[in-house]
């Protein structure tokens, strides 16, 4: 089992105020799996992939990371595991600026445990992203189609266990969304583990299985029985 939670809680605190924003959570995801985590904006999916990718903790509730307990580990600890373990693409991108996509995807590798063949290995997974031509651009100097691609590279580089995209889509037009769409799920099919966050019933019903989330709460999860399957040439919705 690659990700198995217990009764997740997490509260937020300001001040005085508690803002309970998970209540007590519970399911499993497999290794191989591509899950769509859905529910409307503020239902606390960003909050839920926080606590899942070691980004931040569960205030109640146990946390299993392939196999092993990792509810208490310290902070040291989580950080190496999110390094080595976990690919994020989030909806802003988040790539450096006045620095180069080549740059940009070897910036994990230095973080790992990796020391062999960084510059190979960050060219070879741009080129499987179809950045090939794009290496010595800087990131204010290509689309936003192709700085989420970059994102997706960087995440995917240190081969983690998962990967996250956070409503990867949400600042794209539609075609280069559709693009993304596509490569998460090619990604899945040579194996790699995608858990997509989205508010979006049609970009969700890209994955296999969607966990759907409201007010915090898990109130469905099932398999995508009519799968869409993104092609070039169309729009996402
Ligand atoms: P979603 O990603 O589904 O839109 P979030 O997980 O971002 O939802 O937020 C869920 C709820 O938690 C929202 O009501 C939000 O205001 C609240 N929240 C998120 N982050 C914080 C924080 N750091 N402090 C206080 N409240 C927060
Ligand atoms: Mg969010």
Redesign the pocket.
């Known amino acids: 089992m690659l990700i198995s939670v217990k009764n997740l809680e997490k509260d ?1 605190l ?1 001040g005085e105020v508690v ?1 309970k ?1 998970l209540h007590g959570l519970t399911f499993n995801i497999d290794k191989g799996e591509f899950v769509s985590i859905m ?12 606590v899942l990718g070691f980004l931040d903790r569960a205030t109640r509730g146990s946390y299993k990371f392939e196999d092993g307990d990792v509810t208490d580990l310290s902070d040291d600890d989580l950080a190496i595991l999110r390094n080595n373990k976990i690919g994020f693409v989030f909806q802003a991108f988040n790539l450096l600026p006045r620095t180069t996509v080549l740059e940009n995807v070897k910036l994990p590798l230095l973080y790992s445990d990796t020391k062999d063949n960084i510059e190979e290995r960050a060219i070879e997974t741009l080129k499987s992203v179809g950045l090939g031509h794009r290496l010595n651009f800087f990131t204010n100097q290509i689309s936003g189609g192709e700085k989420q691609r970059v994102a997706i590279a960087r995440a995917l580089v240190n081969r983690p266990s998962v990967i996250f995209a ?2 990867p889509t949400g600042n794209l037009d539609s075609k280069s969304g559709v693009g993304i769409m596509r490569i998460l799920q090619d990604l899945n099919e040579k194996g790699n583990t995608i858990i997509l ?1 989205t ?1 979006e019933t049609y970009t969700s019903e890209h994955a296999k299985r969607i966990i759907k ?1 409201m007010d ?1 709460e898990i109130v469905d999860d099932y398999p995508v029985k009519v799968r869409r399957f993104a092609k070039d040439g169309e729009f996402l919705k």
Not at 42 to 48: A, E, F, I, M, R
């Open positions: 937020y300001s803002t924003v529910g409307p904006s503020g239902s606390g999916k960003s909050t839920l992939m926080h956070d409503e966050v508010h989330v915090g």
